[in-house]
């Protein structure tokens, strides 16, 4: 797969995702549906937006016992996404049989394996919160290229980090590990709650390989000309 922008449709109704994906008469985005939409509406909205043409990178950061992980990645292979993932904190044994199971599950039914892209530190988790809570005392950013590491390892494709981070973890896993970055914002919009964003150009410089972007495509007043943007700095469309 080569480099994409992917909008994270983070909304709770069914409704309110096809209203939205209905702006879109030309182009096909690939869509991020979370925890909140999944939850909320059910595995079937995966089947239907998948046959709506929409490629999917389903962000349910999947983190339990190996062997749990490995049905459930059987389960999802099963639905036809695109894009799975999980907590690299779960290690390599987890990540090992998560791949197993996606492999089990695309084979059985003919499909594509989906990628397997794995979370290392969520944003929200800080030095402080990571050295009081979790007792990890080594710096945040070897913390993250460690468990980056340790997925590549595993077999993994890639991992979720921010822009900034990409640059890094292309260094020391390789090129063609995948960098799937949110945190990704016009020149002239407000943060909201991210904190460290970079534009879609930038982002591109940066060497990520997928940007995810929320808010600057779904708030905006034309969506479909928000994602095309996105489009043309981070791919730069003609
Ligand atoms: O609206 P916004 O562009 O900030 O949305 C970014 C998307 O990426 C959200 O769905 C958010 O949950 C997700 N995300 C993130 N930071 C991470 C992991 C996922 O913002 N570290």
Redesign the pocket.
């Known amino acids: 797969m080569g480099k994409d922008v992917i909008v994270?449709c983070?909304f709770s109704t069914e409704k309110e995702v096809y209203d939205f994906l209905d702006l879109f008469q030309q182009d096909k985005p690939f869509v991020?549906i979370?925890m909140e939409l999944f939850y909320g509406a059910g595995p079937g909205i995966v089947r239907n937006i998948k046959e709506r043409g929409h490629k999917i990178f389903l962000?349910l950061k999947c983190h339990d016992i190996p062997n749990t992980v490995k049905k459930t990645m059987k389960v999802l292979a099963s639905l036809g996404v695109d894009i799975c993932n999980l907590h690299a904190a779960g290690t390599s044994e987890m990540m090992r049989a998560a791949l197993e199971g996606l492999k089990e599950g695309a084979e059985e039914q003919g499909k594509e394996r989906p990628l397997l892209i794995a979370?290392t530190q969520?944003?929200?988790t800080d030095q402080e919160a990571m050295e009081r809570e979790l007792l990890i005392e080594k710096p945040i950013d070897e913390v993250v290229m460690s468990y980056a590491l340790n997925a590549k390892n595993s077999g993994l494709d890639g991992v979720?980090?921010?822009p900034l981070e990409a640059g890094k973890v292309h260094q020391v896993c390789g090129e063609n590990f995948l960098t799937v970055t949110?945190?990704?914002?016009f020149k002239e919009d407000s943060k909201?709650?991210?904190k460290r964003v970079m534009t879609p150009s930038e982002a591109k410089e940066a060497g990520s390989d997928y940007i995810?972007?929320?808010?600057?495509?779904?708030?905006a007043l034309n969506p479909v000309e928000a994602y095309r943007r996105c489009l043309e700095e981070f791919i730069s469309l003609a």
């Not at 995810?212 to 708030?219: D, K, L």
Request: glycine share 18%.
């Open positions: 994270a983070d991020k979370g962000d979370v969520l944003t929200s979720v980090c921010s949110p945190g990704v914002r909201g709650d991210q995810v972007v929320g808010r600057p495509i779904t708030g």
